[in-house]
């Protein structure tokens, strides 16, 4: 069996087939991406319909008061058009003051002053709700205020247009009674860079091996496999030697991911992606013997893919209490890798678990074999 | 061979001896998995967020101590806190360091007699970064409406400056002082009630819940595409181009792959759907209110992945486009679909994207179905669902050999 040809066969195939290459130059420019404006925030400004039916003047305060609040952009219109505006996902939520709003905060009562229709479309709108009753409570409070000065013996209108100066910007001022956060002891420390760059192109080049194995399922046309175990060929250098091409590939697309993301001790994170994409090919000869079918392979590839990403750490960080998962992540090639990208040592580790990966590999390529012959 | 034949046939190709469909169906399992490590917290305690917390109050004042109990009493009969006063700061710090309780409360001394005198008052918010998510979801609750009492006493100090200002005795100040703050105190109370809810805090708390339940039935049906994509571009790369199909023929081949590709989808719902109503105790009518929308989401991801399949004639490369399709549209749905700040092409796209169509139909119609929404997303999955079947079907009789 000539593995050589076919290694030169594969590399040609892919350098020359422009949709294989545009796969890698697309993880390419996705992580730079990811490395250069990870740090970058959102934009912000949810829209939320008011709808005033209030009769009194306390319905149009409340406006001026949520106003105030930046998380939100506010549109004042009629019931018809709010639902119109929800339902066409232009807005996310529906303030609808009562008619008889001023009314019954003038009496005191507090039942259901406004109704709120919430569209649970975003994070930001676990705080919407909270929002709304706290600045229902600042105009109930104004009310309940100018009404014990009105109680107050003598006092005059300028008293109370005084007043009403006075608090048109106390809610923009620091509150008297504040409670501030204080995060507990971490037992670990907090990385100031999250390489989300180097992380998630680790991801997508184990992704990327493992769904270049489909020739080893039934359904290939090359019909390879049949014919290189018709020839006594051995399954899993055949897959090392179809793999090769695409690990270089990946290797070489880490080169401008690596130097874009700034990391400051590049050579160790390139040795470390080194013996992960090597483990991670053990692991594609794995998934691809098991799954022995093309479209079980493209169901797996992406949900092992993500689970083992996810368990190293590299698809997004491990909660502190999640310390099992952890420990247990150590026989993952990514575990290592994360260590290297965040300055830990990786060199033992990797290797070991390199070898012992492709010893698993080795083996269930052997049973998948001869199965194949049976 | 009649219309119900193909289907068979195609269901028999695409799930094999059934390991795809097993595989479609437990697919969601790792991501659920994924999802429950950030929100294991949530989920392992009914509706409401728990929180075990230490307490230790050093102003000795009969508000403080009347606001205080007014605020942790109504959570512990709910039981969604349980509350261990300590004597020592540093007990309630290391009691949260060590896992014991997940935040610790310290109200300093004067803090009464600061913040009413004009003066800011700090209570500290101490909570373990185990369990930041939740406790954060308590914090920014009782901060904004601490705040706003606390701004409140501004306004009673503004009663009481006209008060001295019009000549009147101590004792009559003091009474308007102390009617100002139990005013407060009784709105701070009743809060909930003005959106006609029972409780103080926590009010939507649990919409990111929805969102990322929504979310995760969404990314799981696409996930469970995969397979369609690859056949399809697989089909007609080696069956179709190289045989003679009428047109007919071709259309029924097209018509079986997109239901048999629906059911496979429908298989990821057989576990999700089930483990989110018993998560959430979701209501009857409202979990029903979905099963339109599970069915035609499936039916959409189903003709989108024909279609990327017949765009490319590799299946690698066409399971490539779906993925990176797939990732887009998932962060465009969860980071984008609800910013304003978006050029109008953007946010068009948002609006008719299919994805953001299925996503809003789990999140909004299992917990708080507007019929207008619905109505408007459902359209927007049977427009996606003809925009795609008929465009697959015109690159499906380009690519094959009529």
């Not at chain 1, 007043?163 to 910007?169: A, L, V």
């Not at chain 1, 050579?267 to 479209?295: H, M, Q």
């Amino acid at each position: 069996m000539n593995y050589y040809a076919l290694l030169k066969g594969r590399a040609r195939a892919l350098l020359m087939d422009f949709s294989s290459l545009a796969v890698i130059i697309i993880a390419v420019a996705v992580s730079i991406y990811i490395s250069k404006y990870s740090g970058n925030e959102n934009a912000r400004g949810i829209i939320i319909e008011i709808v005033n039916e209030d009769k009194g003047m306390l319905g149009s305060r409340l406006i001026e008061i949520l106003s105030l609040e930046e998380t939100f952009k506010y549109n004042v219109t009629t019931y018809d058009e709010a639902i119109k505006e929800v339902a066409g996902n232009k807005a996310q939520g529906i303030i609808e003051i009562v008619p008889d709003f001023s009314e019954k905060i003038g009496r005191g009562e507090y039942e259901s002053l406004v109704h709120i229709t919430v569209m649970a479309d975003s994070y930001d709108m676990t705080t919407f709700t909270e929002m709304v009753i706290n600045d229902v409570i600042k105009v109930w409070s104004e009310k309940l205020v100018e009404k014990r000065i009105g109680e107050i013996d003598g006092v005059g209108q300028d008293d109370l247009t005084e007043f009403r100066e006075q608090i048109k910007d106390v809610w923009n001022r620091e509150s008297l009674l504040d409670v501030e956060s204080v995060m507990g002891k971490e037992e670990k420390t907090e990385e100031e860079e999250n390489y989300f760059g180097i992380r998630w192109y680790a991801v997508l080049s184990m992704f990327y091996l493992c769904i270049s194995g489909t020739w080893m399922c039934n359904y290939s046309s090359t019909g390879l496999l049949r014919r290189v175990s018709g020839q006594g060929g051995n399954i899993a250098s055949l897959f090392i030697f179809q793999s090769l091409p695409g690990i270089v590939i990946s290797f070489l697309g880490f080169i401008p991911v690596i130097i874009t993301s700034g990391h400051p001790d590049p050579v160790n994170v390139f040795i470390s992606f080194g013996i992960y994409i090597c483990s991670s090919a053990a692991i594609a000869l794995i998934i691809c013997c098991i799954s022995g079918k093309f479209s079980n392979l493209v169901l797996i590839s992406p949900v092992s893919t993500m689970v083992v990403s996810l368990f190293s750490g590299l698809l997004c960080e491990l909660p502190d209490w999640a310390r099992l998962w952890d420990i247990t992540s150590v026989i993952i090639p990514g575990h290592w890798l994360y260590n290297a990208i965040f300055e830990k040592r990786f060199f033992l580790g990797s290797i070991l678990v390199l070898a012992g990966w492709f010893m698993i590999g080795i083996c269930i390529s052997w049973i998948f074999s001869k199965k194949k012959n049976h | 061979m009649n219309p119900f034949m193909f289907i068979l046939y195609d269901i028999k190709r695409l799930f094999g001896r059934g390991k795809t469909a097993y595989l479609a169906m437990l697919s969601p399992i790792p991501v659920i998995l994924m999802f429950a490590l950030f929100l294991a917290p949530v989920l392992t305690q009914g509706n409401g967020v728990f929180f075990s917390g230490a307490i230790l109050n050093e102003d000795n004042s009969e508000s403080v101590e009347q606001l205080m109990n007014i605020i942790v009493n109504y959570e512990v009969k709910k039981g969604n806190v349980a509350v261990y006063p300590v004597k020592e700061k540093e007990t309630g710090e290391r009691m949260v360091d060590e896992g014991k309780v997940a935040v610790f409360m310290y109200i300093p001394p004067d803090t009464y007699t600061d913040s009413m005198s004009g003066k800011r008052a700090v209570m500290e918010f101490y909570y373990s970064p185990s369990r930041a998510f939740d406790a954060l979801t308590f914090y920014t609750g009782i901060k904004s409406s601490l705040s706003v009492f606390g701004q409140g006493i501004r306004l009673v100090n503004i009663a009481v400056g006209i008060a001295e200002k019009l000549g009147l005795s101590e004792e009559e100040i003091f009474r308007i002082w102390d009617e100002g703050v139990i005013d407060l105190q009784n709105v701070f109370i009743h809060r909930g009630r003005v959106i006609g809810k029972n409780g103080i805090f926590l009010f939507g708390a649990d919409y990111h819940f929805r969102f990322a339940i929504a979310l995760l039935f969404a990314t799981c049906a696409y996930m469970s595409s995969f397979p369609i994509i690859y056949l399809t571009s697989l089909d007609l790369s080696e069956i179709f181009n190289k045989r003679s199909i009428p047109k007919r023929r071709l259309f029924w081949y097209f018509m079986a792959r997109i239901i048999s590709g629906a059911i496979l989808i429908l298989s990821s719902f057989l576990i999700m759907f089930p483990v989110a109503r018993l998560l959430r105790q979701i209501q009857l009518d409202f979990a029903l209110s979905v099963i339109p929308g599970i069915i035609l989401t499936s039916l959409v991801f189903s003709a989108l992945g024909v279609l990327t399949g017949s765009m490319f004639k590799r299946g690698q490369s066409a399971l490539w486009a779906g993925l990176y399709f797939g990732t887009a549209s998932i962060a465009g749905v969860a980071f984008l679909s609800d910013k304003t700040e978006l050029p109008e092409a953007i946010a068009f796209l948002m609006r008719i994207s299919p994805f953001r169509a299925s996503v809003s139909i789990f999140s909004n119609g299992m917990f708080n179905l507007l019929v207008e929404r619905y109505a408007f997303d459902m359209f927007v999955l049977f427009s996606a669902f003809v925009i795609f079947s008929v465009a697959g079907f015109v690159l499906y009789m380009k690519r094959s050999a009529l």
